[in-house]
């Protein structure tokens, strides 16, 4: 069965940073491209960026939104996906989920963990 | 970046009765492979969003044949035959032909 379950989310000041992670299950995790996409009340779902699977390297692929503030790397070893998120705005409060890619669609999506920003 | 645009945003609906939602977008989804990518989730309270139907009429396993998706260029639909208790929550189409991929803004679903 194919599971992806996020962590890492919580309260943060504004400027400070946080980790997330998704822990993979039920698959063969460096076959395939994983995305990161946020979702809030105000502006909805939005995709935030992606790592694309061992045969291309891991290459890693941004929004504008948050390129240069959010990384996404991963560690096949251990099947997971992170986020790595500095400089958080207020804006940057949502629930952030993790979603198997599958070429123009997600099949399966963590249930998500919450990220706050506020002082 | 592709906008999407759904409608109606929201959708109060008689049980037994048929419902329908729009969604378009800024520019056509039909990809340079031929394939148009465009996605409908649903999505309950406290859930993940659940995938309903890929490239634009492809229905998932699972998912009642009262779903169904149509429409091509930059004009699509998704249309419930007969509307359910369990159909109620929020339903976004989702293009991923363009990058960024982008969602509609969600079409809220309930019962009269």
Redesign the interface.
């Known amino acids: 069965e194919v599971q992806l379950v996020e962590s890492g989310g919580g309260l943060v000041q504004p400027g400070g940073s946080l980790r997330l992670s998704c822990a993979i299950s039920g698959f063969t995790f460096s076959d395939y491209y994983m995305d990161w996409v946020r979702q809030t009340p105000e502006k909805?779902?939005?995709?935030l960026g992606r790592s694309r699977n061992k045969a291309n390297n891991y290459a890693p692929?941004y929004?504008?939104s948050v390129k240069g503030r959010f990384t996404i790397s991963r560690d096949d070893s251990k099947n997971s996906l992170y986020l790595q998120m500095n400089n958080l705005r207020i804006e940057d409060a949502a629930v952030y989920?993790c979603a198997r890619d599958?070429g123009?669609?997600?099949?399966y999506?963590?249930?998500?963990t919450l990220v706050t920003v506020s002082s | 970046d592709v906008v999407m645009t759904q409608s109606p945003l929201s959708l109060p609906v008689t049980l037994g009765q048929p419902a329908s939602i729009s969604c378009s977008s800024s520019q056509s989804l039909v990809h340079s492979d031929g394939n148009t990518y465009l996605n409908w989730f649903h999505q309950r309270p406290g859930q993940s969003p659940r995938r309903l139907i890929y490239k634009v009429s492809n229905r998932d396993s699972g998912v009642p044949d009262r779903f169904s998706g149509s429409g091509s260029g930059t004009d699509f639909t998704l249309k419930i035959s007969r509307v359910e208790a369990e159909d109620v929550g929020v339903y976004y189409c989702m293009q991923a032909s363009h990058w960024p991929r982008t969602f509609g803004p969600g079409t809220k679903v309930d019962i009269k």
């Open positions: 909805g779902l939005e995709w692929e929004a504008p989920y599958e123009g669609t997600y099949l999506w963590g249930p998500g």
